[in-house]
């Protein structure tokens, strides 16, 4: 079955880094783009980035972009966020989520999250 | 961006009602429109893509159908499960966006 398994989250201060992490498993990897989407406490679900099934390509949301950086690991079947700069504003649970789509990105699995608190 | 809007943003309803959802865009995005429930504490989870086409194990109590701007979730007999959030999300152009969701309560 397909499984997603984000980590790598945790408290940072402002201005630092961090890189999350979303395993796969149960699918072949290498065949589908992949999306972070995240939560802020209490709040609703914001599309971060999307890559596609070879790396090649890269779509950011505005908030993300220049500071955030998605890739991808075939060989390991790992999905990357490296998260620079980082604002409280970026507090968020962080989902990775499999998109099926063929000419357009449709999402059907999710990760189980993994939570990113920004605060000095 | 393309804008999403849910109405309502919360309701309340019984088990065994019929519930209807509202997601409006700001622009056409044709059938590109999916949606998701989520539970408190858990990720979301995907019922609905192309407006109107259940994911793989959904329960056929759920249903989509709208096309353009204008779309709607129908739980047909609201069941103790069917108490979450759900999410709109257009996927016709990047970046993706969600509404705000709407809260199903008892």
């Known amino acids: 079955q397909v499984q997603l398994v984000e980590s790598g989250g945790g408290m940072v201060q402002p201005g630092r880094s961090l890189r999350l992490s979303c395993a796969a498993s149960g699918f072949t990897f290498s065949s589908y783009a992949m999306h972070w989407v995240r939560q802020a406490p209490g709040k609703g679900l914001e599309w971060v980035a999307v890559i596609s099934y070879h790396g090649n390509n890269q779509y950011y949301a505005d908030s993300a972009k220049g500071r955030f950086t998605i890739s991808r690991d075939n060989s390991k079947n790992t999905l990357y966020l490296q998260m620079n700069s980082l604002r409280a504003e970026d507090t968020a649970v962080y989902y990775c989520a499999r998109d099926f789509g063929t000419s357009v990105p449709e999402i059907d699995y999710w990760g189980q999250g993994t939570l990113v608190t920004v605060s000095s | ?106």
Do not use: H
């Not at chain 2, 865009?25 to 407006?51: R, T």
């Not at chain 2, 701007?69 to 103790?80: A, E, H, K, R, V």
């Open chain 2, 1 to 106: 961006d393309i804008q999403m809007t849910q109405s309502p943003s919360s309701l309340s309803a019984s088990v065994g009602d019929r519930v209807t959802i509202s997601c409006r865009a700001s622009q056409d995005i044709s059938n590109y429109l999916a949606w998701f429930q989520q539970k408190p504490g858990k990720a979301p989870k995907s019922l609905i893509y192309g407006a109107s086409s259940l994911q793989s194990g959904v329960p056929s109590k759920f249903s989509g159908s709208g096309s353009g701007t204008d779309f709607t979730l129908t739980i047909s007999s609201l069941q103790p499960e069917d108490f979450a959030t759900y999410y709109c999300q257009q996927y016709n152009s990047y970046p993706l966006t969600f509404g705000g969701g709407t809260k199903v309560e008892i």
